[in-house]
């Protein structure tokens, strides 16, 4: 399984990216799927997750009418769509793959395989 995230930039508060994460190798459709991130100095932690069939998606509270996380499974991709950027969410943005989990988590160490970050910055 690879994971390859793109999409990520400079960008001025109030802007918006797309996210965007594809997946090789075993069957996509079958997983669960999620966005985290890391800032300097900081944990990684939560942003959005979906379910195999993405009916069901979750968000941290602060990317909660900002951010719609969803996929296309004939794409093997999954996106994040991120608007009303703010400079609290500058990090490294990681997408992760659950292939055991039949509802999203939002816990780190459910995601067995992780994508190489693309780097989000967002400047005042």
């Known amino acids: 399984v690879q994971l390859q995230a793109s999409g990520g930039g400079l960008v001025q508060a109030g802007d918006s990216l797309r996210l965007s994460c594809a997946a090789s190798?075993?069957?996509?459709?079958?997983?669960?799927m999620g966005w985290f991130r890391q800032a300097p100095g900081k944990e990684r932690e939560f942003v959005a997750a979906i379910d195999w069939t993405g009916r069901t998606t979750g968000y941290r509270d602060s990317a909660k009418g900002r951010f719609t996380i969803s996929r296309s499974n004939a794409e093997r991709t999954v996106f994040l769509q991120m608007n009303g950027l703010r400079p609290e969410d500058t990090a490294v943005y990681y997408c992760a793959a659950d292939t055991y989990g039949v509802e999203f988590s939002r816990i780190v160490s459910d995601y067995e395989y992780w994508g190489q970050g693309t780097q989000v910055t967002v400047s005042s």
């Open positions: 190798g075993r069957t996509f459709s079958n997983w669960a």
